[in-house]
């Protein structure tokens, strides 16, 4: 175990007993990680850090349910992702649709798109369309493409967050790349 | 091994994770396989792609604001519940004393006495029925973290 994760293991014994210093070092290590995996499953920066700050309230009020064996960015990322997913089934179910959308018929599918791409950092024709077929994918294949490209987590790690073996990360990555290059071939056939 | 099998390692091949026993696997069956080779091309070119897009950080102000929007939370989340303890603890006080009163008040009739208490037990009765029920399909609810 290296140093960083003695400091952490410190942290998470001291959290557990309800030191809100201790839990502002935790907050303070993962925050960014957590907001740019809330962004890129749910695609809005308001919602992402709403639903990120949230996840570390929960985290916080079930502590005592954490198993103290467990690294603590597994654990927090379950309920993240739980907030996440429960967010965007509901927008499935209660879409708001614009008005000027209400003339025309709106594929349910078609209602995730509302991922803004002004928030990558580089634009071009081709890094927009990727975002796009990004965003229709369903969120279970998104959230693998999140994990390996925007958070850069190596097969163990993302086996790890996901409570997976590395070979399930290998085949959910050959199937969620093959969507999105469906996704991207569709897109290309419409426009 | 199939075509399928490879196309896993394939992914585990373009993201530069697999041992060595599995990427010589992989390379032999590349260089045999067209099909294979050719979708090969099409996901190193996507993940040229995905690997350069990066998503813009928000402004300083958030991340130095991060920690007390949840401190707050927190904070306040506490206050709701010691709120909501102390009032009902209060409210059933209160209430106990007001019938307390009640019943010894020599100028209210025996009649009304019993029918406020048959009030008063109807009422826990259907509370706790109903709290008792709403526990239990709770517990036993799949979708109880789905919020709706």
Not at chain 1, 180 to 187: I, T, Y
Request: glycine share 4%.
């Amino acid at each position: 175990m290296n140093r960083a994760m003695d400091d952490e293991t410190h942290f998470v014994v001291r959290w557990r007993k309800g030191e809100t210093k201790a839990f502002e070092f935790l907050v303070k290590k993962y925050m960014r990680k957590a907001y740019f995996i809330a962004l890129g499953l749910v695609g809005q920066h308001d919602v992402a850090l709403d639903l990120s700050q949230e996840a570390f309230v929960r985290v916080y009020r079930h502590r005592r349910k954490f198993d103290p064996n467990r690294r603590f960015f597994p654990w927090f990322y379950q309920i993240l992702k739980n907030l996440c997913f429960n967010w965007l089934r509901e927008q499935r179910a209660n879409p708001r649709i614009a008005l000027e959308d209400l003339s025309e018929r709106v594929e349910r599918e078609e209602l995730s798109l509302s991922f803004d791409p002004n928030l990558m950092v580089e634009r071009d024709a081709v890094k927009d369309r990727v975002w796009k077929a990004i965003s229709s994918l369903k969120p279970r294949d998104r959230e693998i493409i999140i994990l390996r490209h925007f958070q850069n987590l190596t097969y163990r790690e993302i086996a790890e967050v996901l409570s997976c073996s590395q070979g399930t990360v290998m085949s959910r990555l050959y199937y969620a790349r093959r969507a999105l290059r469906q996704k991207l071939e569709q897109h290309t056939e419409v426009e | 091994m199939s075509c399928e099998k490879f196309k896993n390692l394939m992914m585990g091949y373009i993201d530069d994770e697999l041992n060595e026993h599995d990427r010589g696997a992989f390379l032999g069956h590349v260089r045999s396989c067209a099909e294979c080779s050719s979708e090969l091309e099409h996901y190193r070119k996507l993940k040229e792609v995905t690997d350069g897009m990066k998503l813009t950080s928000p402004e300083d102000k958030i991340w130095r604001d991060y920690w007390s929007v949840i401190y707050n939370r927190i904070e306040r989340g506490v206050g709701w519940i010691l709120l909501s303890i102390c009032g009902i603890l209060l409210l059933c006080y209160g209430g106990y004393k007001a019938v307390e009163e009640f019943i010894a008040d020599p100028t209210v009739g025996l009649f009304v006495k019993v029918a406020i208490l048959g009030l008063i037990v109807g009422v826990a009765i259907l509370f706790i029925s109903v709290l008792r029920e709403r526990l239990y399909f709770w517990k036993r609810d799949r979708y109880r973290d789905v919020r709706r």
